[in-house]
């Protein structure tokens, strides 16, 4: 099968087993291309793409961008910070005028979780959600999931702990579902404050001891404390938080098994991850970076693919 | 559905020989020269290919495959998007003698699209084209073979099928068969 089974990528939680092998069957083609001398393919030559960010981001936002040029397609930017959004405009409004220049796809960021669905079901485009809210980073979880495939041959049978703000990340849902959907076994671990109530019932295990995470793990993925969508305090201090979940070099050589570390950036050094241990031989930090582009070129490419 | 055999296995091995010795006569002792087989169906013949060389001359000519797929000017013109394959090419091909090899050039898309992947790889100093199957009077684009074990007359309702024992068939063969939804 070479087509996906859905217009819009939304979440991996709408999408079927048999998307994610395609997508990531064809971004290791992609990952061929971008080490190429000349890194551009001319497939999306004749589609526009409006970036479209209501809310900040630097990595996600640029690993779109040079997706989208290696693959020969027209890109216009747009965040709210300076537009219309500030005078009242609503998104459908917003994002209905951006297509009426004739844009085929749209690539949305948004604070409120749904959004990208919402636009799906009122404006003539495909939607790529690239982060809504605390809900879901659909990209972020693929390219999690090619680092993991590339780096230890398979995902099937793997366990994969994700440690930190499980509370405020998109990541940690997405990468739930995805890792689920191929076969993985999925542990969470945090400060009880900063994990939902009843994330049991998705089907993973919940570690309080970032110790006993570690030693039962093929692969953790870290994740960023989230101060910026925290309101009340959900623990003491940084310092404290660091103290019990940061992970150093010496945790990991008190393992009897060499692990992997990943983290979707931007990495708080001495916080969540020691620079030690993101800078070690155990971090794959850098290649999900890389992976980045190549799976957001085949989502784009596997979605603008069908017959306009 | 109606078939009808074009070539058999005895015929097959007598041009791929055939095929040796041409570039052999052409190429010397292939210093500057690459072998490129155009993905999905040319890195059978380009292995046999190398190998036999390899038998013939006692040169390895370095070969590799060439995936077009994101190169092609069908896309969104299809139902949907052909899935890619690999591209495997460990050199660069700056300034070398490129021989693009596929099993059948029928309406040359397949080889335009090549060519462009190819430039990606570097600007080579000739390119040089092997068919197994010219399939004559179907191309769009004004592509001909340098070197071809077969010219068929075709109709575009026809399909040339080409088998290989290394992909689990009784037999190496070649058949024009009908389409089954021309």
């Known amino acids: 099968m070479s087509q996906l089974s859905t217009k819009h990528l939304l979440g991996i939680k709408d999408i079927t087993e048999e998307d994610i092998q395609l997508i990531l069957d064809t971004a290791a083609n992609f990952k061929e291309v971008i080490n190429r001398p000349i890194k551009k393919v001319p497939s999306l030559r004749d589609i526009t793409i409006a970036n479209v960010f209501f809310e900040n981001s630097t990595r996600t936002r640029l690993s779109f961008e040079l997706a989208e040029k290696r693959l020969s397609a027209d890109v216009i930017n747009f965040s709210s910070s300076n537009s219309s959004v500030k005078k009242g405009e609503t998104l459908v409004d917003t994002v209905n005028n951006i297509l009426s220049m004739k844009v085929d796809m749209v690539v949305m960021r948004h604070s409120s979780p749904g959004a990208p669905h919402f636009l799906s079901r009122n404006v003539k485009a495909n939607i790529v959600n690239a982060g809504d809210g605390t809900h879901e980073h659909p990209t972020q979880a693929l390219l999690d999931s090619f680092s993991i495939k590339e780096k230890l041959g398979d995902i099937a049978g793997k366990k994969v702990a994700i440690i930190g703000d499980i509370l405020h990340s998109r990541v940690a849902l997405s990468n739930i579902f995805c890792l689920q959907k191929l076969g993985a076994e999925v542990m969470v671990c945090g400060p009880i404050t900063l994990l939902p109530k009843h994330i049991a019932s998705l089907g993973v295990k919940v570690e309080l001891d970032v110790k006993k995470a570690l030693q039962w793990c093929d692969v953790a993925n870290v994740l960023r404390i989230q101060l910026e969508r925290q309101q009340i305090k959900y623990f003491p201090s940084l310092r404290e938080y660091s103290l019990y979940f940061g992970i150093n070099k010496k945790m990991l050589s008190e393992l009897d098994k060499e692990i992997v570390i990943m983290h979707p950036g931007p990495i708080n050094r001495g916080v969540e991850l020691s620079s030690d241990v993101a800078d070690s031989e155990h971090s794959i930090i850098l290649e999900q970076v890389q992976n980045g582009v190549a799976i957001r070129m085949a989502v784009l490419y596997l979605l603008a693919g069908a017959k306009g | ?182």
């Open chain 2, 1 to 182: 559905m109606q078939k009808r055999l074009v070539l058999d296995e005895v015929q097959i091995d007598i041009i791929l020989r055939r095929f040796c010795h041409q570039l052999i006569e052409n190429h010397d002792n292939f210093d500057d020269t690459v072998l490129l087989g155009l993905q999905p169906r040319g890195p059978i013949l380009l292995d046999k290919i190398v190998i036999l060389l390899e038998k013939i001359s006692g040169i390895k000519v370095p070969s590799g495959y060439l995936d077009a797929t994101f190169h092609r000017d069908d896309f969104r013109r299809r139902d949907f998007p052909l899935k890619a394959n690999e591209t495997k090419i460990n050199f660069l091909i700056e300034g070398k003698k490129v021989i693009l090899v596929d099993d059948v050039l029928y309406k040359g898309r397949s080889v335009r699209a090549a060519m462009d992947a190819m430039i990606a790889f570097g600007r080579p100093q000739k390119v040089e084209l092997m068919v197994l199957v010219d399939r004559k009077l179907t191309r769009d684009y004004p592509i001909m073979p340098d070197y071809y074990g077969i010219r068929v007359h075709t109709l575009t309702s026809e399909h040339v099928v080409v088998q290989w024992k290394d992909d689990e068939h009784d037999q190496d063969a070649i058949w024009i068969t009908e389409k089954v939804n021309p």
